[in-house]
């Protein structure tokens, strides 16, 4: 204690003398009371801009006092701030001090010290200061709710906002406004604004969206709002209502042959994929007018259309000319077909027009359904659904195809849900069907046109190694019949398994027919507990016996196709036996769904005469709809009348 007191008293002394004479003279640290406009309240942080908005560097008016005569120094957190005007700022003999000093916006404190020939004072107390002069960021929004959105020409929207930010300062949210403006009328729209007080501001037009509705108006939306240091942002977004179909296009000539021929409804074309030519007006550039600008054939996926535009000059911008070319590879069906043209305009309003063709060839027309079997009488069918029971031995197919006048491939084979393709394994076969009249070879141990084979290289053709059934009583060809028997004996897959009918010839392939989509199962229901009602003992006193039992089932399958893979409720039942096995329940048993393919099952037994000091068993019959079925009668109780003494009772094995 001694020694650190010895220690504290001679640096007191080392201090008087040395650093008291110099610092009597130092002048008193300096105040900061006004700094870019706003006047200094302590502990509150400034927001300023200093009234100059948008400018990186602004030159801010910085006022203070201290002791007259001084000189002035400001730093920016800690940093002496050198570009002062003036560049030595002296204290007036009021005591008050100005200058402007030019520095980065952004978040920081402001300090100042007066300085004279004795040295330079401490800093005054810090001035918190948010420095910004960028004004808030602005998008304005209008869309359709589910579609359009900020389309120049706009039809039914339902939504207008903005979205507003500011980084430096924040948003002073009491500024912000929106407001929408018909701009043909010259009007400004009543509505109601609201604010999420973080991102949005939404505009709600009084009486409804139908005010900014009207055909051919051009409306201005704007949101301004400023910012906590005063930066004042606007933004605006206009748009063009079009509730105006475009015009549909008209196809006047069809290319064949090598010359342009008048367009007919149903005429006859040789060249395929064709071409037309044809006209639609009005039209104007995207995004220009209301009227058409694109025209398309729906029927490919978008990444495979040709798209007329007048942007891309396939519509002439003065005439509304055009030609539609499709690729090599868009070979259309042989026969009669309908192309359909969309014709839109810059809104996405379309129109469409139906032109109609007699390809004399192209790829083959789908095929029917196959004639043999019918498959509603060999399966219970639900739409596209079908039950397979019993045997799940895929079937032999006949039927006839449509008549070609070139050799046709038909294939029938296990495919996806959606699209033309096959999976190339499993289920897959081919027959070839020659034009008619033609005779078809028939060589003993070999593979020739019209006997079925495996494609299980998926080639559309027979290849050396692919089995095929050796048929050698073939005729001559009727150009349309096929025979498909499953020589390969395929079954069909548990779950569910798609089959598909097509065609393909050497142009291409015909759009798949779906035979259906084949359920099969073979999993049991299983039976997942047993309860007695109102006691949960095996052991039953002949005062408290069952008044009922419920059984739990669940069903194995797919639980959007109860009428498949459901209960069979008139098979299923819940009975009681006695110790001879005869069945002591009378009534039948109510089934109710659980979902998921669960069900609960309930027997009334309150009218069955239980007979003291005997075993009963629960018999549960599960049956689904597919046929599978559980049969358990492992559940037995006891009607004991000596209830306390009875203990010992063992339950039979697994109850
Ligand atoms: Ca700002
Ligand atoms: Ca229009
Ligand atoms: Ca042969
Ligand atoms: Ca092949």
């Keep these: 204690m001694q020694t650190y007191r010895r220690v504290f008293l001679s640096c007191l002394v080392f201090l008087l003398v040395l650093s008291c004479p110099a610092y009597a003279d130092v002048p008193n640290a300096p105040a900061l009371t006004e700094f870019g406009g706003k006047t200094v309240v302590a502990g509150q942080t400034i927001y300023t801009n200093n009234n100059q908005q948008g400018v990186a560097q ?47 916006t952004g978040n920081f404190n402001v300090t100042a010290t007066a300085s004279s020939q004795s040295g330079e004072s401490l800093h005054s107390e810090p001035v918190s200061v948010v420095l910004d002069t960028a004004p808030p960021s602005i998008s304005v929004t209008v869309r359709q709710t589910g579609w359009r959105t900020n389309q120049k020409y706009m039809n039914g929207q339902n939504n207008m906002y903005g979205i507003i930010s500011d980084t430096q300062a924040g948003i002073n949210w009491q500024t912000a406004t929106i407001s929408v403006r018909d701009l043909t009328d010259n009007e400004q729209l009543a509505g109601t604004q609201e604010h999420d007080a973080t991102s949005q501001i939404d505009f709600y037009p009084t009486g409804g969206w139908g005010v900014t509705q009207e055909n051919t108006h ?39 042959q090598g010359t342009w021929k ?68 868009q ?22 027009t139906n032109v109609q063709l007699n390809f004399t060839y192209g790829t083959p027309l789908p095929v029917a359904l196959p004639s043999s079997p019918v498959l509603s009488s060999l399966y219970n069918t639900v739409g596209d659904e079908r039950q397979v029971i019993g045997s799940p031995l895929i079937p032999d197919f006949s039927g006839l195809a449509n008549q070609m ?69 073939k005729g001559v060809s009727n150009g349309r019949s096929y025979s498909i028997p499953n020589f390969r004996e395929f079954q069909f897959v548990t779950g569910t398994m798609y089959l598909k009918i097509a ?10 027919t779906s035979l259906g989509r084949f359920h099969y199962r073979t999993t049991p229901p299983d039976i997942q507990s047993v309860e007695l009602n109102p006691v949960t003992s095996p052991y039953m006193s002949s005062a408290n016996k069952p008044t009922s039992i419920t059984a739990y089932v669940q069903n ?60 009963y068993k629960v018999r549960v019959t599960a049956r689904d709809l597919m046929t599978n079925q559980t049969v358990e009668d ?18 039979e094995p697994g109850s």
């Excluded at 069906?333 to 996405?348: E, R």
């Excluded at 065609?503 to 798949?512: C, D, K, L, P, R």
């Excluded at 109860?562 to 039942?573: H, I, R, W």
């Design 405 to 473: 006048s070139t050799v046709q491939t038909i294939r029938i084979f296990n495919a996806p849900q959606s699209g033309n393709d096959w999976i190339g394994s499993g289920y897959n076969y081919s027959i070839e069907i020659l034009p008619s009249g033609q005779q078809y070879q028939n060589t003993l141990g070999v593979y020739d046109p019209g006997e079925v084979y495996c494609d299980g290289n998926d080639n559309d053709r027979y290849d050396t190694g692919e089995y095929f059934l050796d048929n050698n009583s």
């Design 331 to 352: 070979i259309f069906q042989q026969g009669l077909t309908t192309i359909q043209l969309y014709t839109v305009d810059s809104t996405n309003l379309y129109v469409t």
């Design 58 to 104: 602004p030159a801010v008016l910085i006022q203070g006092s201290a002791q007259a005569g001084t000189t002035i120094k400001v730093y920016k957190s800690g940093s002496l701030v050198t570009q002062t005007v003036p560049a030595q700022i002296v204290v007036a003999a009021d005591g008050k001090w100005i200058a402007t000093v030019t520095m980065a």
């Design 634 to 651: 492992m559940y037995t109780f006891f009607i004991d009348t000596l209830a306390p003494q009875v203990v010992d009772i063992i339950p």
């Design 218 to 256: 051009q409306y201005r939306i704007t949101v301004t709002v400023t910012d906590k240091a005063g930066n004042l942002g606007s933004n605006y977004r206009e748009y063009i209502y079009d509730s105006v179909n475009p015009n549909a296009a008209v196809i006047t000539h069809v290319y064949d």
């Design 556 to 615: 194995i399958g797919y639980d959007w196709a109860t009428f498949f893979y459901g209960m069979n409720q008139s098979v299923s039942k819940i009975e009681v036996l006695d110790e001879n096995n005869n069945v002591v329940s009378t009534n039948s048993t109510i089934w109710t769904y659980l979902q998921s393919l669960r069900y609960q099952g309930t027997l009334n037994v309150s009218n069955v005469t239980f007979q003291p000091q005997k075993l």
């Design 262 to 329: 008048p367009y007919t409804s149903g005429m006859s074309v040789s060249t395929n994929p064709p071409k037309l030519k044809g006209t639609v007006s009005p039209v104007n550039y995207i995004d220009q007018g209301p009227n058409a600008c694109l025209i398309f054939d729906y029927r490919f996926y978008p990444w495979n259309r040709s798209y007329l535009t007048t942007d891309n000059g396939k519509i002439n911008i003065n005439t509304g000319e055009f030609v539609h070319e499709w690729t090599a590879s």
């Design 503 to 512: 065609a393909v010839n050497q142009y291409g392939g015909s759009t798949a």
